[in-house]
């Protein structure tokens, strides 16, 4: 079992949906939760980093971290074409150095 | 700022040659890690420099090294190339190893 799983998709919405990403794990010592976007053929972009539990917003996304059910979200409002990208999740433990552990991304694409 | 950035953007190599790919990191930065991506897969970490010292290293055999320079810009070399080599490496700075990643374009490896 992979520690971090993540349901690869394809995830298709029509623009200006409500988009949920989900992410689940098994190492209870990862505290630091964080979402990339990745375009085809590029690198990842940092969304959203997170600590512990709790819910982050910044514009249309929303990250949530419940601990207790070792399950991370992303919401993103207002959907747009440019928005369809793969979605990483990424976790690490305190004081593990920052290795990050990935999820295996969620393919989602936005359409008019 | 200057981002994240890597050389070459392609290569291609063939089984049993030896590569080098290198990593500038963001301004300011002082840790740099490395990741392999396979087609369709999460980045899996390789290793991470701290102030020109390893900080930590993944499942990968020991023909994965690196070095870390004074300036903060690091080099990633692969030794006896397999053809399971073939991904695209990322390379992640953070201001300090406890701190968010941000990532560079990538580096596609192809070995024939």
């Known amino acids: 079992q992979k520690e971090v799983e993540q349901d690869p998709g394809p995830l298709s919405v029509p623009e200006g949906a409500i988009v949920s990403l989900n992410c689940t794990y098994s190492n209870s010592a990862f505290q630091y939760f964080m979402w990339y976007r990745q375009y085809s053929r590029k690198g990842p972009e940092l969304l959203m980093y997170?600590?512990?539990?709790g819910n982050k917003e910044d514009g249309r996304f929303t990250a949530q971290v419940d601990k207790s059910s070792k399950y991370i979200s992303l919401f993103i409002r207002d959907s747009q074409p440019s928005d369809s990208a793969t979605y990483l999740c990424?976790?690490?433990?305190?004081?593990?150095?920052?290795?990050?552990?990935f999820g295996t991304g969620t393919q989602l694409k936005v359409e008019l | 700022e200057t981002g994240v950035t890597q050389s070459p953007t392609h290569l291609i190599k063939t089984r049993g040659q030896q590569v080098t790919l290198r990593c500038s990191s963001q301004s300011g930065h002082n840790t740099v890690s490395w990741y392999q991506q396979a087609l369709g897969q999460g980045p899996q970490f390789i290793f991470q420099y701290y102030r020109e010292e390893e900080n930590g290293r993944g499942n990968f055999p020991p023909r994965f090294s690196g070095l870390q320079f004074p300036n903060y810009s690091s080099e990633l070399n692969v030794n006896a190339l397999e053809l399971d080599d073939s991904a695209l490496y990322l390379c992640?700075?953070?201001?300090?190893?406890?701190?968010?990643?941000?990532f560079g374009p990538g580096t596609r490896l192809t070995v024939l």
């Open positions: 990424a976790m690490s433990e305190a004081g593990g150095g920052n290795k990050l552990t």
């Open positions: 997170t600590y512990s539990s």
């Open positions: 992640a700075s953070s201001l300090e190893s406890e701190r968010p990643q941000y």
